[in-house]
């Protein structure tokens, strides 16, 4: 450990429990908690329009979402194409409760938190199912094991009328000590559990990878008989790391329902799994910080190519389809350049940074 | 001491210009904002272009003619992607802009939003004629008859010019989601509300470039006519395929052989664009005026398409005449509204579309017949025009219809 609490130039640990620590400086930890005071406090500062606090809150649940799938896929190193499938599970748990119980019933608007987790388990309890195929299946074949839990996730909610074959199924305003939250108060509320979710699940994971459990992820990633010769269960540990991806699946799910207040088939299709797999390619594999990175840039990155076709279609309106055409190609071209040039994702240009201003003004 | 006075006189003339600049700003009316929000790209946007130009002219002409004097429309178009998500993403920006009134596209945005505009206390016309959309809503304004109205008043049709004994065997061919299966449970009403005729089987298509087994099944059942509500390449492929295997009815309901039916979206001129020859005899309803029928309001139609220098495809299209006509109705809601002397606000708006009816309605252009709303009917047109292919266009069978039935189940 450094001498220096609050500032370190390289590392200097002299035990395990040194380099476990969430925190390697103070400076670390004051930054960290700066950035987290304003996360929670600017809302209350500056007023923002509902359309961008929607464009936000879709953020943090994209950056939930995609936590999950670093899990399996970057760190596990197992590929699932189905995670929007999971996400589904979530919105859908909460949907179920609806529809049986009403969608003003007070488990949808006052035992929220609850349910939110129980979505998170039946995430889980999904993601271990369909985990089981990784006992046998690597790379390309368990991608399609996946890709036909998606396929049989849509069927179902298309078909049965229990899920109101994939319409709109309502979720009612939730409660909260000061009342019931309106329309005016929606997006702000949900931003500070959206945040407060993803803040509890960023740590949650943070601490899993100083555990034994975090670390037999990366082994078996890494070398999955080795991990076996270490005493490591493969088989047990890839199906509880889809599990977990499902649990965070779910929890994002959940949120999704409250926040746009009604679950319908079209936001967990295969297009959507996709697009998580982009975020997490493009933010950074195997990283956490690269989850957080992934939802920015594309979501960032789709509403700007959007306004770049309205501004194209308000000077030439035979250009706009052309324009607005631009938004899948954008979204193929950006993944493809990161896994040319930067396949370790923005989480790399971040590491990066911060060794440069480790070392600031030394060059080495 | 100069220097002050040429200091005054500048600060003068700055004043002078800015007050000329308001005196122009007051001058030129107000601008009332509209938003509207549409697949112009992704699924269905085959029919979303053509109805966002149609809008676009509508709302252009009405500025520039200046219909509603000084004041103008500020209608913002946003694409959706035919993405429920987006469609929300829209409709709270335009909500944040001060709009005073909405439109809508899709059946699933507009089913998933319809507590918004509860809460919102919006008026919303959509270019989704779901019947569902009406359910626990009182601001959703159907611009013509409902799905469920089309496809029962089209199986009342089947049945009076039924040829053959005994009841008509109806095959239902239907798009795969809300939009299709919406309509299918009211026909079953309607049949047995006494509707003589049978539905032997309900088809929800996928995405199959070949239909010749089901086409073989549904005539082994011994199906007559095919009733299709979806949209129009999954019925083209299908007309392609009943030709080829020779099971298309010469003649309208032909003995033996199948007479295709359908709704709305299912016809139009992109459906004999891909169909070719084998959409002859094809039996279409819809509530608007064709070109392929010419008359005062099909004239101004392509007048306004020539006018923003649109292409014959979108000027002959019924979903540019259905672009045109919401903009119609809400021009013709905010005039009304300033005509008698009333602010132009949500809720002002919101009353007199509620009093469009009787001698107050509303006949546009673009329609076969007058637009009429109330607090208990919250769809526009009721009358709705049955259309069959004649050398390669839409021509007019008969007089415009209504269905009787839809009435009985209601």
Redesign the interface.
């Known amino acids: 450990m450094s001498a220096n609490k609050w500032l370190a130039t390289g590392n200097f640990f002299t035990t395990y429990k040194q380099e476990q620590r969430t925190f390697l400086t103070n400076l670390d930890q004051s930054i960290f908690t700066f950035f987290l005071v304003v996360l929670f406090s600017w809302p209350l500062l500056f007023h923002l329009s509902n359309k961008s606090m929607l464009v936000i809150d879709n953020i943090l649940i994209a950056i939930v979402a995609v936590m999950g799938l670093n899990l399996v896929t970057g760190f596990a190193g197992l590929i699932s194409i189905g995670h929007a499938a999971f996400v589904g599970i979530g919105a859908y748990t909460v949907a179920s409760f609806c529809r049986t119980m009403g969608d003003s019933h007070i488990i949808v608007t006052h035992f929220w938190p609850l349910l939110i987790i129980i979505s998170g388990f039946m995430g889980a309890l999904f993601g271990a199912i369909v985990g089981l195929p990784a006992l046998r299946l690597k790379h390309l074949y368990l991608a399609i094991a996946t890709l036909s839990f998606q396929m049989i996730f849509q069927w179902v909610i298309n078909f049965m009328s229990f899920f109101n074959q994939g319409q709109t199924i309502f979720v009612g305003r939730v409660f909260w000590v000061t009342g019931k939250v309106g329309r005016k108060d929606h997006y702000l509320f949900w931003y500070f559990v959206i945040l407060t979710t993803v803040v509890l699940l960023g740590f949650g994971i943070r601490n899993l990878m100083k555990t034994r459990y975090g670390r037999s992820l990366i082994a078996v990633r890494d070398n999955d008989r080795a991990a076996d010769a270490m005493g490591m269960n493969p088989g047990l540990t890839k199906v509880y790391a889809f599990a977990l991806s499902g649990f965070f699946a779910g929890v994002a799910g959940a949120l999704h329902a409250y926040l746009y207040r009604g679950v319908g088939f079209e936001s967990f299709t295969l297009h959507e799994s996709i697009s998580y797999l982009a975020m997490a390619i493009v933010g950074g594999l195997g990283t956490l910080n690269g989850s957080f990175w992934g939802p920015v840039a594309i979501n960032f990155l789709d509403l700007k190519v959007g306004s770049l076709a309205e501004v194209v279609g308000q000077y030439m309106p035979s250009g706009m389809n052309l324009a607005t055409a631009l938004k899948p190609f954008t979204f193929g071209l950006v993944i493809v350049l990161f896994l040319m040039f930067e396949p370790r994702g923005i989480a790399n240009w971040w590491r990066i940074t911060k060794s440069y201003t480790k070392m600031w003004p030394f060059r080495y | 001491m100069k220097s002050r006075t040429i200091l005054f006189l500048n600060a003068l003339l700055v004043l002078s210009v800015a007050f000329a600049f308001t005196v122009t700003a007051n001058a030129a009316g107000k601008a009332y904002k509209i938003g509207m929000s549409l697949a112009?790209?992704g699924p269905t946007s085959d029919a979303g272009?053509p109805y966002a130009k149609g809008t676009?002219d509508y709302f252009k002409f009405v500025n520039e003619t200046k219909v509603l004097g000084d004041d103008t429309i500020d209608c913002t178009i946003?694409?959706d992607?035919y993405?429920?998500?987006i469609t929300?993403?829209n409709f709270?920006?335009y909500?944040?802009d001060g709009i005073v009134m909405y439109l809508n596209y899709s059946t699933?945005s507009t089913?998933?939003l319809?507590?918004?505009f509860e809460?919102?206390k919006i008026p919303v016309l959509p270019a989704s004629y779901h019947a569902?959309n009406l359910d626990d809503s009182n601001y959703i304004f159907l611009p013509v008859a409902s799905y469920s109205e089309q496809l029962v008043a089209l199986s009342e049709f089947v049945v009076k010019n039924h040829k053959g004994k005994g009841k008509a065997k109806v095959a239902m061919f239907i798009h795969?989601?809300?939009f299709g299966?919406g309509p299918v449970e009211d026909a079953k009403k309607a049949v047995a509300a006494g509707l003589n005729m049978e539905i032997v089987e309900v088809v929800e298509h996928g995405k199959d470039l070949d239909n010749s087994a089901m086409l073989k099944r549904l005539m082994s059942k011994g199906v007559q006519y095919v009733l299709c509500h979806t949209v129009q390449s999954p019925v083209a492929t299908m007309l392609k395929d009943s030709s080829r295997l020779g099971l298309t009815a010469s003649s309208y309901g032909e003995e033996g052989k199948l007479t295709f039916l359908g709704v709305h979206y299912t016809g139009g001129n992109d459906l004999i664009a891909l169909a070719g020859d084998a959409c002859k005899g094809f039996v279409w309803s819809c509530s608007f005026n064709l070109t392929s029928e010419k008359n005062d309001g099909t004239t101004k139609q392509l007048a306004l398409a020539k006018k923003y220098g649109r292409d014959d495809k979108a000027a002959n299209s019924h979903n540019y005449a259905a672009g045109i006509m919401v903009a119609q109705v809400t021009t013709e809601a905010i005039k009304r509204t300033k005509d008698a002397g009333l602010e132009i606000t949500k809720e002002n708006l919101y009353n007199t579309l509620n009093k469009m009816n009787g001698k107050n309605a509303y006949q546009p252009y673009t329609t076969i017949g007058p637009v009429t709303y109330s607090k208990t009917d919250r769809a526009g047109v009721d009358m709705l025009q049955i259309y069959s292919v004649q050398d390669g266009m839409f021509k007019k069978v008969g007089e415009p219809i209504q269905s009787e039935f839809m009435k009985k189940i209601k």
Do not use: F
Request: aromatic share 0%; glycine share 10%.
């Open positions: 112009i790209t272009n676009e946003r694409d992607q993405k429920t998500a929300k993403r709270e920006e909500i944040d699933g089913l998933g319809k507590r918004d809460e919102e569902g795969p989601s809300a299966r």
